[in-house]
């Protein structure tokens, strides 16, 4: 794409016109160059959600074609300014690129047993607990995704069994009496089919509170970063987790 003289003294908004008016090609593609920095900054603002399976190349690339779509469909007297509304579609498109790659993975459950199968046989053989390495190098698998898989271990436990709400709304930890690990209910509620169920629960979420949850759980982002990433305020990102807790909540009660 280059540009030509006469388009670089034109402003952002003057090309937008001049593209909407006369429809030349030379003008998209200025237009392209001058709003792909707001590619770059999307992709390293979201890049924790999408590294364990895209690389920032292609979300600049799917960037570039959002934001040749975006001018074509850009409406001044009806939408933002052009920055606020090729933002909020840069974002879409990555959650969208997310959710397509499946943050729960249908292998989930077999992966976590394989998992702890691997971790047992390697704390007995090396008279010590495995570091994370060590038993991904066993399993054959790459260190990143085996460490998605131990959040999202993670995040099936906080949500079975230490995740419950006050009459706020406010979420809490649960705090375990017993010290007989076998003899404490929630051991029992993680056995047969409590991931299954709550992996149902999960999907049966809107599509914001399931993000929520997985940007929390599996992603570990903050709420602040949560609101960042999806263009929302901090409280309101709040008010959509405390709904999706009560929905899996009332979900499970059904199971147990």
Request: proline share 2%; hydrophobic share 35%.
């Amino acid at each position: 794409m280059v540009q030509t003289d006469y388009l670089q003294e034109k402003t952002n908004e003057e090309l937008l016109d001049m593209y909407q008016k006369e429809g030349k090609l030379e003008v998209k593609q200025a237009l392209v160059l001058r709003y792909l920095y707001i590619v770059k900054a999307i992709a390293l603002q979201m890049q924790n959600i999408y590294s364990g399976a895209l690389q920032m190349e292609d979300i600049i690339n799917e960037g570039v074609i959002a934001i040749m779509k975006g001018i074509d469909r850009y409406d001044p007297e009806r939408d933002n300014k052009f920055e606020t509304f090729i933002s909020r579609r840069i974002r879409g498109m990555i959650i969208d690129l997310v959710r397509k790659n499946d943050w729960m993975p249908r292998d989930f459950r077999k992966q976590v047993k394989a998992m702890e199968e691997v971790q047992t046989s390697l704390s007995r053989s090396l008279g010590r607990q495995p570091s994370d390495e060590e038993v991904a190098q066993t399993m054959g698998m790459e260190i990143k995704k085996y460490r998605k898989f131990q959040r999202m271990s993670t995040m099936m436990n906080v949500l079975s069994l230490d995740m419950i709400t006050d009459d706020e709304g406010e979420h809490q930890s649960l705090q375990l009496s017993s010290g007989d690990i076998d003899s404490q209910p929630e051991k029992a509620f993680l056995r047969g089919e409590s991931h299954q169920i709550l992996a149902e629960a999960v999907n049966s979420l809107k599509e914001k509170e399931k993000l929520v949850v997985s940007l929390y759980y599996v992603e570990e982002l903050n709420m602040g970063q949560i609101a960042q990433v999806m263009g929302l305020s901090e409280p309101r990102i709040s008010q959509i987790h405390s709904s999706a807790i009560r929905k899996l909540k009332a979900y499970m009660s059904t199971y147990t």
